[in-house]
């Protein structure tokens, strides 16, 4: 009697859902008929795909502010935001995810889904609320506001995601899957435009956001197994890397790609553990040929943007001063550090060092987390920051440990935003940083409850195996095995 009364409850509130769905387009839209079929068609696939696959909403808010000014997606821009439907899928994902577990509906009570990460997680907590006291002293109200809000309702919400969305490996596999999906077509989309940009002469072809995001591909790619099979993953390998590189020299980025020369050899060869054999020897060839070969090839279609950046790259390696953006960017450090002691302990505010390079309270920033942190918030933000990666860092380890080194392609793309953070960017774009932090905490909360779980398991064979002499013996059993169930 139970499974029908549920089966006509799910069929009354779908009902009851696209009634309010068409009522709605109905009474905002009144004459339009294929707006209102679009809606019966779109709306219930929203809801349906939140509740089902949020992490397609994760990924889709990471990509779409690359997607969204770009054919077919542009043609939406009169009628909303679509980064903003992607947060607000994302939003709708992780609050049903969080009910089912407040409700039992899903086996881990919600206080599960943060077990053993109380640490790091009051260390974020303790930072966004000296990013928010912050506010109140700022000298740039209008830049300080929009970053503050941007940071704590989108960064929070990354971090949070990850950690309620990745619950077990199937779901990790997923999300990095469709995270070099949308990869693949981001780089298609960027060469596409970069060879239609030839004719139109357009000023500049950096997309530094773009870059961060294929650079990360590019990392679980090659040291996550996203296929289970290794001979479908090397197909895989074979088809997407020539892709993916050429996006990233296609964007134009230096940041990403100097951070992926660093930490690409490092998560391979040291996180992950992987052993130098013909196979890797043949992906390492692929990788140099296809930078080799998308660096001609793209080229020529802008030869004067990529040899400024390339001699520029090369000046600063040799200590010379250049005009370029990594100059500026030289000059924006020695300032900002010479600046620093004048408000040492509390900052002068989020913002406020757009007012003091710029006198003016518009969006600019140093480029670099660490020194605008400081800046704006001080030595005690500062502290707080580091102390947040620093746990970070040290539960990744105890996590790798405890994983054979399995997911060492988290502590790679750790280490690579914090890179890309050191040459652009400010707290809001490093909003990945949050998000992979977060993916991490689930992680480190798995390997520490499987730890957990072993250890109660060694318990209750250790009690079985020692003869019972009395009521306490017999109490601890069963304590152990009232654990075990728990």
């Known amino acids: 009697m139970t499974a029908p009364l549920g089966d006509r409850w799910r069929l009354t ?22 707006l209102l079929i679009a809606a019966l068609i779109a709306v219930p696939a929203f809801f349906v795909m939140a509740a089902w696959r949020p992490e397609a909403f994760l990924v889709g808010c990471v990509f779409m502010p690359q997607w969204k000014s770009v054919w077919p997606l542009d043609r939406f821009g009169g009628v909303a935001d679509l980064t903003v439907v992607m947060l607000l899928g994302l939003f709708v994902g992780v609050l049903w995810r969080s009910l089912r577990h407040v409700s039992r509906l899903e086996r881990d009570n919600f206080s599960q889904l943060f077990r053993g990460q109380w640490r790091v997680l009051s260390s974020y907590i303790l930072f966004c609320a000296v990013v928010l006291a912050s506010y109140t002293y700022t000298s740039a109200p209008n830049y300080g506001g929009v970053k503050l809000v941007r940071f704590l309702m989108i960064g929070s919400l990354f971090l949070f995601a990850g950690i309620i969305l990745i619950r077990n490996e199937n779901e990790f596999r997923r999300t990095s899957l469709l995270f070099v999906a949308a990869a693949c077509i981001t780089a298609l989309q960027m060469i596409f435009h970069l060879q ?25 790619l090659l040291a996550y197994p996203i296929v289970r099979s290794p001979r ?3 197909v895989f390998v074979f088809i997407a890397l020539p892709l993916l590189t050429a996006g990233l020299i296609a964007s134009a980025a230096r940041g990403p790609f100097v951070s992926l020369v660093l930490t690409l050899p490092l998560t391979v060869l040291w996180f992950s553990k992987h052993r130098i054999s ?18 001609v090839y793209l080229r020529q279609l802008d030869p004067g943007k990529y040899s400024s950046k390339l001699s520029e790259m090369v000046m600063l ?3 010379d001063s250049t005009s370029g953006s990594g100059g500026k960017r030289l000059t924006f450090y020695s300032q900002t550090l010479a600046a620093i002691p004048d408000h040492f302990w509390l900052g002068q505010g989020i913002g406020s060092w757009s007012v003091f390079y710029s006198g003016r309270d518009m969006r600019y920033y140093p480029h670099n987390l660490f020194l605008e942190t400081t800046f704006e918030e001080g030595v005690l933000g500062q502290i707080l920051l580091l102390l947040f990666l620093c746990l970070l860092a040290a539960g990744t380890h105890k996590m790798l440990i405890a994983t054979e080194f399995h997911y060492g392609v988290l502590a790679g793309l750790l280490a690579y935003c914090v890179s890309v953070s050191m040459f652009s960017g400010d707290l809001d774009d490093n909003r990945i ?6 993916i991490t905490i689930a992680i480190c909360r798995n390997a520490y409850l499987q730890r957990r779980r072993l250890g109660l398991v060694r318990l209750y064979v250790r009690d079985q195996e020692r003869p019972v002499h009395g009521t306490g013996s017999r109490q601890s059993v069963f304590a152990h095995s009232h654990a075990l169930k728990g």
């Open 13 to 34: 509130l779908a009902a009851l859902l696209v009634a309010g769905c068409v009522a709605s387009v109905c009474a905002v839209f009144p004459d339009s008929y294929l």
């Open 278 to 295: 013909a196979g890797w020897i043949g992906v390492s060839a692929l990788l140099i040929t296809s930078c080799l070969g998308s660096y």
């Open 433 to 438: 940083l949050w998000l992979w932090a977060g």
């Open 317 to 319: 390696s040799q200590g």
């Open 232 to 234: 479908y993953k090397l």
């Open 196 to 220: 239609h940009r030839s004719l139109i002469a357009e000023t500049d072809i950096t997309r530094i956001g773009a870059g961060w995001l294929l650079g990360m591909s590019i990392l679980l």
